[in-house]
């Protein structure tokens, strides 16, 4: 079982920054690859950037390549997103999410997101 709990949301001016935190409770961090994902109202759930287990391998949808960057640190159990250049269009629900196969779409484990709000 893998308990996440994202936070680092909130209020940001667009052409801003933030960066979200999602820490994990599990035996074996390094065993998951992780994933973050949002919902914007009335939207469905879309995939935003993955990472192995190791780190050593990301993958972003076209959507935020290059504004945002996926990171982990398996001592500390945890997942970032560091995202730049925020549009209001990113104004949305985040979530992470982990699962022992590294994919955009399948996750067992999901956190119960973070508002991100950007303002125009």
């Known amino acids: 079982q893998v308990q996440l709990v994202e936070s680092g949301g909130g209020l940001v001016q667009a052409g801003g920054s933030l960066r979200l935190s999602c820490a994990a409770s599990?035996?074996?961090?390094?065993?998951?690859?992780m994933g973050w994902f949002r919902q914007a109202p009335g939207k469905e759930r879309e995939f935003l950037a993955g990472?192995?287990?190791?780190?050593?391998?990301?993958d972003y949808a076209d959507s935020v390549k290059g504004r945002f960057t996926i990171s982990r640190d398996n001592a500390k159990n945890t997942v970032y997103l560091q995202m730049n250049s925020l549009k209001p269009e990113d104004t949305a629900v985040y979530y992470c999410?982990?699962?022992?196969?590294?994919?955009?779409?399948?996750?067992?484990?999901w956190g119960q997101g973070t508002q991100v709000t950007v303002s125009s």
């Open positions: 999410a982990a699962d022992k196969r590294l994919s955009r779409a399948r996750y067992d484990y």
């Open positions: 599990v035996r074996t961090f390094s065993n998951y690859a």
């Open positions: 990472i192995s287990w190791s780190g050593g391998y990301t």
